[in-house]
């Protein structure tokens, strides 16, 4: 948006988890760049606890937002999550990101659910490069999803949701000649699910996800100024040991990776600007494996990957722990994270905790913030008397 919002340019960057990534560096830092970043985010705190692990994890009230195909597998007929985000809560009280989830069972091999994902960036004063005030505004975006899940067998399930995006980040606001509106796409998940646990609960479960798969989002009329969306490859495992009737652990290991392209590494030529603008959404999704300007060796650097452990006492209490890790030339958050679950009667509780590693890595927006939700059984009153 060149001459806009200074205070809004920043607050991107570091939504973006950039801005300690800007020092100099022996090798180039070339970052891949979505709009609507916000769908990338943890959306609740048991997975926010365990390193941003959820493709293969047991299913939940959540499991839409990360493995649709997993959803048929919850045990209870139906489930309500709720979790609130502070962002960048290190410097303003303003920004957060909400989320509400759930899902129901029409029967045992066939599911429902739906979710809502809303980010507010706080109240940001628009200026210019000369610093001419263009009024306050409150930039927001917000994702709307539903979704279909079925079992192919009683240890494999399917997925497909749909999804409505919406941002508005600069509420109109014109600048010179060019007016910046809210800019809205649609986007599909596919998904797969394995679970592979024997009857005592014990052994493997794995997944395997395309997400936001869907059309370029626009701020302005201008057609040829079109950004991606975050369309990803999330590949994930899980092992459970099972102790006893009280005792088990799970751990966990998963690999992201953006099917977006590689930007031009700086100073690119305008030609090389135009031709990534240009590249048409299905045909970047095969071609982000292969278009790093460094090749492949470059293209190892843009997988993200996530570990965790989860610990449960009784189905009452959990432990957990994780580590995120990404390059440092693609974008370099790299944190430790912690947390715990509660389960009593219709009620959970979940807590995440981001610890960052220290110097010389990215700023996270989370770091020393503390997440929460809130999850509601549809089923567990009845349970709870049987």
Known sequence: MRPTALKLTAGILLFCGL?????????????????????????????????????????????????IGKVAFNQSKGGIGATYTPWLKDLVNDVYLATLSGYYKFDENQAFSGSVRYFSLGNITFTDNLGNDFGSF???EFGIDVGYSRKLSAKSGVGIALKYINSNLAGGTTVGSTTYKAGSAV???????????????????????????????????NADAKDFIPA????????????????????????????????????????????????????????SFGDAPDGFGEELKEFQLSLGAEYWYNNQFALRAGYFYENKNKGNRRYFTTGLGLKYNVFGFNFAYLIPTGAGVSRNPLSNTLRFSVLFDLDGSAKATK
């Open 19 to 67: 801005s300690s990534a800007v020092k100099a560096q022996v090798e180039p830092i070339n970052v891949v760049t979505t709009a609507v970043p916000f769908l990338r985010i943890s959306p609740d705190a048991r997975s926010g606890g365990m390193g941003e692990l959820g493709v293969a994890t047991s299913p939940d009230a959540y499991s839409g937002l990360w493995n």
């Open 232 to 287: 990803n490859l999330g590949l994930g495992a899980n092992y459970t040991s099972k102790f006893n009737d009280v005792n088990s652990i799970s751990f966990g290991v998963e690999v992201n990776k953006l099917l977006v392209p590689t930007p031009p590494t700086d100073p690119a030529t305008p030609q090389q600007l135009a031709d990534y603008r240009s590249k048409g959404v299905v045909g970047s999704w095969f071609s």
């Open 138 to 140: 409150r930039p927001r």
């Open 187 to 221: 986007a599909a998940d596919l998904a797969y699910y394995h679970d592979g646990k024997k009857p005592t609960g014990s052994g493997w479960a794995w997944g395997a996800v395309l997400s936001n798969l869907g059309s370029k989002i626009s701020y302005t009329d």
